[in-house]
RNA sequence: GCCCUUGUAGCUCAGUGGUAGAGCACUCCCUUGGUAAGGGAGAGGUCACGAGUUCAAAUCUCGUCAAGGGCUCCA
């Protein structure tokens, strides 16, 4: 869904829109069908060339296709290329594609004529009619169709074959692991070649990438994987979104809090995680007769803080926030960049309430969430709502006032949203939230859980009017979710190219010759004063060299400094998004540096 | 955890059994230069780690760790 017009963001609007539109596969029947045939296609040629490949499933993608094989030996790129090769010469002999339902006896026999085990399996589960598709004389699958004629219809210059993978035979890592081979087709050479261009461009904005450029964080061997050092560039930035999500929650009346790292394991016992998620969190130590556990989680913290004291329904709703850092236990293999790691700071938050104040406690987080995501740019959002799933505990009539809840906020607030029937977690129902970078990826951030069990488990209750004691209502919910994996978002979004205001260095002076080298440090100091981030390049480089620097290093701001500027009180400037900017005053530029901090601008204002 | 690939200087990478290489970055010298690379010299490596094969290993074998592409998983 579109809540407001898409951000103009600098980074996309300087390198230009394209205007070859590149659709999903479940967005166009021709695609559909060009791809499910290329995926017969490169299985007809892989048992061609290696006649021991057993077939499997070969299914179409939202960008193309893969087809997975039990092969005796692994392949290799090298492979890639001969098997590219092979389906161009099949795809130039004109072969035809033909439908035919068979039965299923039929079907079983020609599958056991050609010794393929894995189709034995699949003609198992499926249901009549059971078709099959021809690929020229001899070749055929099991398959569902829709197919093209003939493969005349693709186009041996607009497909590629991309990667080679291990997959498990029908996804479960107990069966056998089989070599996928992905590809991508489309209708013309054109579409492929745009395609290639916007892989590129997500290379170009990978965060990994980035960081290590901009000298942003690093994960170090020595320390262990899936922990994230940021580095002084990269801590600037943080410090920089924290302080704004602090004042953000003042703003909207939360009040924050610091909690442990470690606790009593019993805190997990308690709350349930020990139960369900132990394998996903490091191992207990024992410290004197205790065992102590890492804390994977904030939520029992804020529990106890809640509990630490007799609550009066007078005080709620209750609204907790902490930049809480937790460790998760991820299998080796899985840790991605900052995107997938194993220790993570959430923003969570708790909100302590009754149950007739869930409607207007979400639409307060729904607000709050648009306003802190859209300070990053990010104004495109895909939302869902996830209602009671079989398993799960709380009354029905809990469960409809909470669900309520949440739809009235998401219509008070006007966001179209999906439902997805069941999804919730077992403890209550929640809002996730994606949202759309500036390449069109969705990115699942943020997270609104109503929770009828924590309370339940550590006992909390408040004083009701009429001195009854009641079980509070608690919400859960994350914005950034993850301040490490955000920020990843956030740098592949900008593509490194930071809003002044978030950039760690704003502006780098350069100065011409030896002789203003006095007037640049000076100036230094003055904007640092002020609170502009600004360097001296102290080099000794010529003028080129230190733009060039400046620009590869993506610095918002660069001020050419030399006798001229000395003389005058001035700075030539030079910004990565509006270009040339003359000669400034001194002064000038420090007042639009600041209202551009002050306001949170991607660039100095007018 | 599983399959495949990879690991050489701070970075990007070359080097296929016989003395460890390049470009950029870094240090020093010359150059005082006005909007995307001025010139020269120098320093820098336990070739991820451990074991093995060999007269000899960055190179071959095995193991460990980590990274990359996937699979599986993700409160």
């Avoid at 300087?14 to 791809?35: F, H, N």
């Avoid at 930035?237 to 003042?250: G, K, P, V």
């Avoid at 130590?285 to 509990?307: G, I, S």
């Avoid at 640092?528 to 003028?543: E, Y």
């Amino acid at each position: 869904m579109t809540v407001a017009p898409p951000s103009a963001s600098p980074a996309s609007e300087a390198r230009g829109a394209t205007t070859i539109a590149l659709p999903r596969t479940s967005e166009s029947p021709e695609l559909l069908r060009i791809r499910h045939s290329m995926s017969h296609v490169l299985a007809m040629a892989v048992q061609s060339l290696f006649p021991k490949a057993q077939v499997t499933i070969g299914p179409w993608t939202e960008t193309g296709f893969y087809y997975d094989f039990d092969n005796p030996d692994p392949f290799t790129e090298a492979d890639l290329k001969a098997i590219k090769k092979e389906m161009g010469k099949i795809i130039g002999r004109r072969l035809p594609l033909e439908r035919i339902v068979v039965s299923r006896e039929e079907a079983e026999r020609r599958i056991r004529a050609q010794n393929e085990p894995y189709k034995l399996e699949i003609l198992a589960g499926l249901v009549e009619p059971i078709t099959l598709y021809t690929l020229g004389d001899g070749w055929w699958d099991l398959c569902a169709g829709p197919h093209v004629g003939n493969t005349s219809e693709l186009n041996p210059k607009a497909f590629e074959l991309e990667s080679v993978a291990g997959a498990y035979w029908r996804g479960d890592e107990t069966k056998a692991q089989l070599q996928r081979i992905y590809g991508t087709a489309w209708e013309t050479p054109d579409q492929l070649a745009e395609y290639k261009r916007r892989k590129e461009e997500a290379l170009r904005r990978d965060h990994r990438r980035l960081g290590k450029d901009l000298d942003l964080f690093s994960i170090e061997d020595e320390a262990g994987a899936g922990l994230v050092f940021w580095h002084p560039r990269g801590a600037r930035m943080r410090l920089l979104i924290e302080d704004f999500w602090r004042q953000a929650h003042f703003d909207d009346s939360y009040e924050l809090l610091y909690t442990p790292h470690v606790a009593d394991i019993s805190l997990w016992k308690t709350s349930g995680h020990l139960d369900f998620y132990s394998e996903s969190m490091f191992g207990p130590m024992q410290v004197d007769e205790r065992q102590y556990q890492l804390k994977p989680m904030n939520c029992p913290f804020h529990v106890l803080t809640y509990a630490n004291t007799l609550r009066s329904y007078r005080e709620l709703p209750i609204r907790w926030a902490e930049l809480g850092t937790v460790y998760r236990y991820e299998r080796p293999g899985v840790m991605h960049g900052l995107m997938r790691v194993r220790g993570f700071t959430q923003d969570d938050a708790h909100v302590f309430c009754l149950p007739d104040q869930i409607g207007d406690e979400i639409l307060r987080v729904l607000n709050l969430t648009e306003r802190i995501l859209s300070t990053f740019d990010f104004r495109n959002y895909e939302i869902n709502l996830s209602t009671r799933p079989e398993k799960s505990i709380g009354d029905d009539d809990v469960w409809d006032l909470a669900t309520r809840g949440l739809v009235e906020a998401l219509e008070r607030k006007g966001w179209a949203y999906k439902i997805d029937e069941g999804g919730g977690a077992f403890y209550g129902p929640k809002i996730d939230l994606k949202i759309e970078d500036a390449i069109g990826r969705m990115w699942q951030c943020s997270t609104i859980q109503l929770d009828f069990n924590l309370p339940e488990r550590f006992d909390l209750h408040y004083v009701a009017a009429d001195g009854s004691r009641q079980r509070p209502i608690m919400i859960h919910r994350a914005i950034f979710g993850s301040l490490e994996r955000f920020f990843g978002i956030m740098i592949e979004n900008y593509a490194g190219d930071f809003p002044l205001w978030l950039a760690p260095e704003q502006i780098r002076l350069l100065p011409v010759t030896d002789e203003v080298r006095a007037y640049a440090d000076d100036l230094q100091a003055q904007l640092r004063a002020a609170g502009v981030r600004a360097t001296v390049d102290s080099s000794g480089d010529r003028l080129g060299k230190m733009i060039r620097q400046g620009e590869q290093q993506k610095i918002p701001l660069l001020a050419v400094i030399g006798a001229q500027e000395a003389a005058a009180g001035s700075v030539s400037l030079r910004s990565r998004r509006d270009g040339d900017l003359g000669s400034l005053p001194v002064a000038t530029l420090i007042t639009a540096a600041c209202t551009a901090n002050a306001q949170r601008l991607a660039t100095l204002p007018q």
